[in-house]
């Protein structure tokens, strides 16, 4: 699955592939398959990316064109 959002989302916070490797743990070859859609990235480390990058994994997964998180009442 490509993610294309993941770019977007990191070049918009103006972070290199090597720093957000370095946040989820892993070499950046690893998280460049991951932008790339070679390899399918862990639901952990999706839901670790909407947090820092705070939106929703819907948003990442372009499953949604809001980019910012659900209000707290939809969990209410």
Not at 18 to 39: K, M
Not at 41 to 51: G, M, S
Request: proline content about 3%; aromatic content about 14%; charged content about 25%.
């Amino acid at each position: 699955m490509y993610l294309k959002r993941l770019k977007f989302l990191r070049i918009n916070a103006g972070l290199k592939q090597t720093e957000i490797a370095d946040l989820l743990g892993i070499q950046q070859t690893v998280y460049s398959r991951y932008e790339r859609g070679f390899q399918t990235i862990p639901l952990h480390f999706l839901i670790k990316l909407a947090d820092f990058y705070n939106t929703s994994t819907d948003y990442i997964l372009n499953r949604t064109n809001e980019i910012k998180m659900y209000p707290e009442s939809v969990f209410e």
